[in-house]
């Protein structure tokens, strides 16, 4: 379905402008009036990391006129692996700033506006209105439904992403002219069902791939060009290098954009998605212990059974001296359970202390009582008890 440009053309475009946006103002269905319309465009990226980065960059080569960042954390050295808009030299940086610098290297003719905060109901309202269109680069559903539900009922187009692993998604939602996000998802999936990147990993390039798709359908929006992704959910294989489409129709019934919306405000998306299930927050109260009060059982030599919930790839990263690796899906299917000693006091722990949780409310509803749960997994180990060892 073709749209009409999102945006109006600038008065002018400088000789300047000109010569650096040449290659597109030889294209017929961009030309002058298309660039023109870029240039006057404001377009807001919500993170500045795998997606994000791509994206960023591709915008403002593209010669949108405005880009603002949403993004309040620092850079680590774990994402240069796929977050290219930063380099070594940007590590402790504000992740806000070196994308800015970034930006403005590759085009200074870009106005680049910083909102270096965490994006919550207090404060998207007020950023999403300035803008004409969103980019979510968003990796967590809490914050994938505050971005959908902010857009529609500001009336807003989005052009959303996702990736994991080797597989990667996008599409475009706009509440007027088609479904939006809870249309193709209306519920979250159930805590700890879908491992996020930090769990699973992601390959460097998939970043690339889908982010500049994202992108693509960003310029197809703000100019009035070609099909967008309205209606449509792209999915992309990296491993088979297949790109499939499904159909993605409004829903009549969607709790937001539908025919009797239920969702008319903001509401607490943390409580909606559930990050953590009732029962494995149940099942962690008063059943967590410190990554000091297990170096001193160890030291102690208490007959403890410690199991490490994580993948085997990220248990060969690091693990826990002793510990014992049976991954959470085993629990998950029951197949674990029988492998638990039944007079020895059992000690789960992951990379941060969700999927533990997670597995200590199964372990503790099949008998094992007094079954506890390490918190802040690995990453609190390491940084207290053994800082010489890698984290991810």
Known sequence: MSLPPLVEPAAELTVDEVRRYSRHLIIPDVGMAGQKRLKNAKVLCVGAGGLGSPALLYLAAAGVGTLGIVEFDVVDESNLQRQVIHGQSDVGRSKAESARDSVKEINPYVNVVLHEERLDNSNVMEIFAGYDLIVDGTDNFATRYLVNDAAVLLGKPYVWGSIYRFDGQASVFWAEHGPCYRCLYPEAPPPGMVPSCAEGGVLGVLCASIGSIQVNEAIKLLAGIGEPLLGRLMIYDALEMNYRQVKVRKDPNCAVCGENPTVTELIDYEAFCGVVSEEAQAAAAGSTITSQQLKQWQDDKEDIYLIDVREPGEYEIVNIPGAVLIPKNEF?????????????????????????????????????????????????WVNQIEPHKPVY
């Open 332 to 380: 998950l299917m029951g197949d674990a359970l029988e492998k638990l000693p039944q007079d020895r006091k059992i000690v789960l722990h992951c990379k941060s202390g969700v999927r533990s949780a997670e597995v200590l409310a199964v372990v503790k509803a099949a008998g094992f009582g007094n079954a506890v749960h390490l918190g802040g997994g690995v990453l609190g």
